[in-house]
């Protein structure tokens, strides 16, 4: 039977993970992972049954992933700002088993439907101690299936290539492998400040742990503690978004001329476009140890490091190993360097890389033969950098998180003394961008009647990120002849007086 300590080469009795009021050592952490693993199959749960995860930031979140995966179940980690409605969903699309969390949303989601819970928030301790600690096969081979926002404003499961055919051992080795990709060491701490449930951050986090980092998780992010957490000398590594650097730049009273942690060898970032002053300046005071990342849940990845940036300001770098990138015209053929084009991946393998569960047209639709997209724009220079000229049209980046606008119309639409709509995305110093909808209002509506609906509307169906902040009354939404919604006419405006978010999409 393989420990996870031995996997991670680390000592039995080193801290595994930390979250400032409960931690455990890899031994703790091996048996806990397996007693939840035993516990998930006394539930009901077999090999490549679905189990949801929904805990906020704690090492429960760690136990319960390591535990499904080793016991060969499918797990979906959700996003605990999600309401219930937004939880069913993702239940009823993968005929979810079990749910463990410690949300509300998810709580109520899954007593819906009679699903069982495994409650982290009470007796969680209990429940796991009664749970047998017979090591569970090392051939199970469970796997992370991630959901992100469909253009229909639901999300959609994407089913990685290979699913639920990697042993855990070697599944744990290929989280190392990733880890080694972008440098991250494999001693000292890796501090987690994002939510657990994000895909990159999690990802790269628990690659850390695999190469026999500690993983120290922060409750939630505020600027002065997080800035005080990486100041600590056991720190090695981190992943952060640029809007944390705004953050961490605007707070006052600080030395930006002395380093913080001359320890602190790596700081990942991604999730949203960063304005190359921003990215100069936190250089500038933590030392060049950034490496960005672009990639996104349904795969693909380019890295770039501090000195190949500093060269090529603006670039999010070149693949790594085994992905392929190129930009490609509308015809599918391939531009020439520094023309812009369509960005697509594809594996060398010549494999595909994903589908998208029970969406066959969806999956169709983002392929070009095995290569695929997610409809980003950017373009290749000379030496195959890649520069981003944004994100799809459509998409809004709310703090590194996407928003999709069909989502929030959708929760909307049925609001009485609405006309029409449309959700766009515009710049927000803080958040990288915020959602703005637009409304056209029908004959004889009360405007305070309808905004305090629509609040009513958001706060009911969308989770905070997603809720609008800003409503624009306006006579008429623009739409082509196919009726379809001309979106750069209401997002250009909101962009033309932004010009230090240089990264947004141009309109085509």
Same mark, same amino acid.
């Given at each position: 039977?393989?420990?996870?300590?031995?996997?991670?080469?680390?000592?039995?009795?080193?801290?595994?993970?930390?979250?400032?009021?409960?931690?455990?050592?890899?031994?703790?952490?091996?048996?806990?992972?397996?007693?939840?693993?035993? /516990?998930?199959?006394?539930?009901? =749960?077999?090999? /490549?049954?679905h189990?949801?995860?929904?805990?906020?930031?704690?090492?429960?979140?760690?136990?319960?992933? +390591?535990?499904?995966?080793?016991?060969?179940?499918?797990?979906?980690?959700? $996003?605990?700002?999600?309401?219930?409605?937004?939880?069913?969903?993702?239940?009823?699309?993968?005929?979810?088993? %079990?749910?463990?969390t410690?949300?509300?949303?998810?709580?109520?989601?899954?007593?819906?439907?009679?699903?069982?819970?495994?409650?982290?928030?009470?007796?969680? !301790?209990?429940?796991?101690?009664? *749970?047998?600690?017979?090591?569970?096969?090392?051939?199970?081979?469970?796997? &992370?299936?991630?959901y992100?926002?469909?253009?229909?404003?639901?999300? $959609?499961?994407?089913?990685?290539?290979?699913?639920?055919?990697?042993?855990?051992?070697?599944?744990?080795?290929?989280?190392?492998?990733?880890?080694?990709?972008?440098?991250?060491?494999?001693?000292?701490?890796?501090?987690?400040?994002?939510?657990?449930?994000?895909?990159?951050?999690q990802?790269?986090?628990?690659?850390?742990? =695999?190469?026999?980092?500690?993983?120290?998780?922060?409750?939630?992010?505020?600027?002065?503690?997080?800035?005080?957490?990486l100041?600590?000398?056991?720190?090695? #590594?981190?992943?952060?978004?640029?809007?944390?650097?705004?953050?961490?730049?605007?707070?006052?009273?600080? !030395?930006?001329?002395?380093?913080?942690?001359?320890?602190?060898?790596? +700081?990942?970032? /991604?999730?949203?476009?960063?304005?190359?002053?921003? $990215?100069?300046?936190?250089?500038?005071?933590?030392?060049?140890?950034?490496v960005?990342?672009?990639?996104?849940?349904?795969?693909?990845?380019?890295?770039? /490091?501090?000195?190949?940036w500093? #060269?090529?300001?603006?670039?999010?770098g070149?693949?790594?190993?085994?992905?392929?990138?190129?930009?490609?015209?509308a =015809?599918?053929?391939?531009?020439?360097p520094?023309?812009?084009?369509?960005?697509?991946? *594809?594996?060398?393998?010549?494999?595909?890389?994903?589908?998208?569960?029970?969406?066959?047209? &969806?999956?169709?639709?983002?392929? *070009?033969?095995?290569?695929?997209?997610?409809?980003?724009?950017?373009?290749?220079?000379?030496?195959?950098?890649?520069?981003l000229?944004?994100r799809?049209?459509?998409?809004?980046?709310?703090?590194?998180?996407?928003?999709?606008?069909?989502?929030?119309? *959708?929760?909307?639409?049925?609001?009485?003394?609405?006309? !029409?709509?449309?959700?766009?995305?515009?710049?927000?110093?803080?958040?990288?961008?915020?959602?703005?909808?637009? %409304?056209?209002?029908?004959?004889?509506t009360?405007? !305070?009647?309808?905004?305090?609906?629509?609040?009513?509307?958001?706060?009911?169906?969308?989770?905070?990120?997603k809720?609008?902040?800003?409503?624009?009354? +306006?006579?008429?939404?623009?739409?082509?002849?196919?009726? $379809?919604?001309?979106?750069?006419?209401?997002?250009?405006?909101?962009?033309?007086?932004?010009?230090?978010?240089?990264?947004?999409?141009?309109?085509?």
């Amino acid at each position: 039977m393989s420990r996870l300590y031995q996997l991670a080469g680390v000592a039995a009795d080193a801290i595994a993970v930390d979250d400032g009021v409960r931690s455990l050592t890899w031994a703790e952490l091996d048996d806990g992972s397996q007693r939840v693993g035993n /516990g998930l199959e006394a539930l009901g =749960a077999a090999p /490549g049954s679905h189990v949801a995860i929904c805990i906020s930031n704690r090492t429960e979140f760690v136990e319960a992933v +390591i535990g499904a995966w080793r016991a060969g179940c499918a797990y979906t980690p959700l $996003k605990t700002g999600w309401t219930a409605d937004e939880v069913g969903a993702v239940l009823d699309d993968a005929a979810t088993s %079990i749910v463990v969390t410690d949300r509300d949303g998810a709580r109520s989601a899954a007593a819906a439907r009679g699903i069982p819970i495994v409650d982290v928030a009470a007796g969680f !301790d209990t429940w796991l101690a009664d *749970q047998s600690d017979v090591p569970l096969p090392d051939d199970r081979a469970g796997y &992370k299936l991630p959901y992100t926002s469909g253009t229909t404003g639901r999300p $959609k499961g994407v089913v990685l290539s290979g699913s639920g055919t990697t042993p855990f051992a070697a599944g744990w080795a290929g989280l190392a492998r990733w880890a080694e990709i972008v440098h991250l060491p494999g001693e000292g701490t890796h501090l987690f400040l994002s939510r657990l449930f994000n895909g990159a951050p999690q990802t790269f986090g628990f690659g850390a742990m =695999a190469r026999g980092a500690t993983l120290r998780i922060l409750p939630r992010w505020e600027p002065l503690a997080a800035l005080e957490a990486l100041s600590r000398p056991e720190v090695t #590594s981190t992943i952060m978004v640029p809007t944390m650097f705004r953050q961490l730049l605007a707070l006052p009273d600080i !030395d930006r001329s002395v380093r913080p942690n001359p320890n602190l060898h790596r +700081i990942l970032h /991604g999730g949203e476009p960063c304005p190359t002053s921003i $990215k100069a300046a936190f250089a500038d005071w933590f030392g060049e140890v950034l490496v960005e990342y672009y990639g996104f849940t349904e795969g693909g990845m380019t890295v770039v /490091g501090a000195d190949e940036w500093r #060269s090529r300001p603006g670039t999010v770098g070149r693949p790594f190993a085994g992905m392929e990138v190129h930009v490609l015209d509308a =015809a599918g053929a391939d531009v020439p360097p520094n023309v812009e084009g369509t960005v697509y991946f *594809q594996q060398s393998s010549g494999q595909r890389r994903f589908h998208y569960q029970g969406e066959v047209d &969806k999956t169709e639709a983002a392929h *070009q033969g095995t290569a695929f997209t997610v409809g980003d724009i950017g373009y290749l220079d000379d030496e195959g950098f890649l520069y981003l000229c944004g994100r799809s049209a459509d998409l809004i980046l709310v703090a590194g998180v996407n928003v999709y606008p069909a989502e929030i119309e *959708q929760a909307i639409a049925d609001v009485p003394g609405i006309a !029409d709509l449309c959700a766009v995305g515009g710049p927000d110093p803080e958040r990288g961008e915020a959602i703005v909808l637009h %409304i056209t209002l029908a004959e004889d509506t009360a405007i !305070d009647e309808v905004l305090a609906a629509i609040d009513g509307a958001a706060n009911e169906r969308l989770a905070p990120y997603k809720r609008p902040t800003s409503v624009v009354v +306006i006579d008429e939404i623009p739409r082509d002849q196919t009726s $379809k919604v001309i979106r750069r006419e209401l997002r250009d405006p909101l962009w033309a007086d932004a010009p230090q978010f240089a990264t947004r999409p141009p309109s085509f």
